[in-house]
């Protein structure tokens, strides 16, 4: 519904533009060994490049979603002359979807920048992370796993480096949701973290950005007045403390807002999604 929903606003948004029809395609690639998963879509604006580039994540508790509802915000953000690198990865619930599988292939699509760098014009120097809901907090472990210890299963060497975060909706700290209340649903961060905060406490440390503060990049972190999922006082609590760790960080509820409303071209919240990004990029 909500990726319908976001659709729709394309079609409305470009139906205001003497560009319609005429959006530049993306095109398939895959990151690793199973490209029925592990794939992203790169799409490139109009022009010669190189381009700051976005790794775009979708959301959906990480247990469903595609990167399909993630495609308008990505041709917006191709309009704006941003390339988008689109990901899928595998989900809670499937054969190697959870602990550590998820993390690792968001860690493998990002550091893919390079290898896609090498054949298209994308300025690996200004490339930023954005996620929605699930994949908000996604894309902040992406910039926070430079912090992880060669020990960990997440641990891979030399990530490349972010220049930002852009997190809508997405909760930087697993460990308050780990209750069987998660609007995720009971389980979902147990088969996410590999097991509860008593039976395997270092994991949701692993996986929590919060938890491995400071991380050394800016970021932007969006809500919306009316999200119920992902409020505003769940994410306050982090802000104040990346803010105390030395990060750079700012947070921004958009008025009358709600968690779809995040990722859709033409609602209210997006000049302040598309402002965040050029901020970033800058």
């Known amino acids: 519904m909500r990726a319908a929903v976001a659709a729709f ?69 191709a309009g704006e002359g941003v390339a988008t690198w689109n990901v899928a990865y595998h989900l809670v619930g499937s054969v190697r979807g959870g602990w550590p599988g998820t993390f690792l292939d968001v860690a493998a699509a990002t550091d893919y920048v390079r290898t896609l760098a090498a054949e298209h014009p994308i300025d690996v120097s200004r490339v930023i992370a954005l996620g929605h809901s699930a994949g908000g907090h996604l894309a902040l472990w992406a910039a926070a796993r430079a912090k992880l210890p060669p020990s960990s299963r997440l641990y891979r060497a030399d990530p490349l480096p972010l220049k930002g975060v852009v997190a809508l909706a997405g909760p930087p700290d697993l460990r308050p949701l780990s209750g069987a209340d998660s609007v995720c649903g009971s389980g979902t961060l147990a088969q996410l973290t590999g097991g509860t905060p008593d039976t395997v406490p270092d994991h949701d440390v692993q996986a929590s950005p919060a938890a491995l503060l400071p991380l050394g990049v800016p970021q932007f972190l969006v809500t919306g007045s009316a999200d119920r999922l992902v409020p505003t006082r769940l994410l306050s609590p982090y802000e104040r403390l990346a803010q105390s760790a030395g990060d750079r960080v700012s947070l921004r509820e958009v008025p009358g807002a709600d968690h779809g409303d995040l990722i859709a071209p033409g609602s209210d919240a997006w000049p302040v999604v598309r402002d965040g990004v050029r901020e970033l990029l800058r």
Do not use: N
């Open 9 to 77: 606003a394309l079609v409305a948004l470009c139906a205001t533009s003497p560009r319609c029809g005429s959006e530049p395609k993306p095109v398939r690639i895959a990151y690793g060994p199973d490209p029925r998963t592990q794939f992203g879509e790169l799409l490139l604006p109009p022009g010669k490049g190189p381009f700051p580039l976005a790794v775009v994540i979708h959301g959906g508790c990480w247990r469903f979603g595609s990167l399909d509802g993630m495609e308008p915000l990505a041709q917006a953000l």
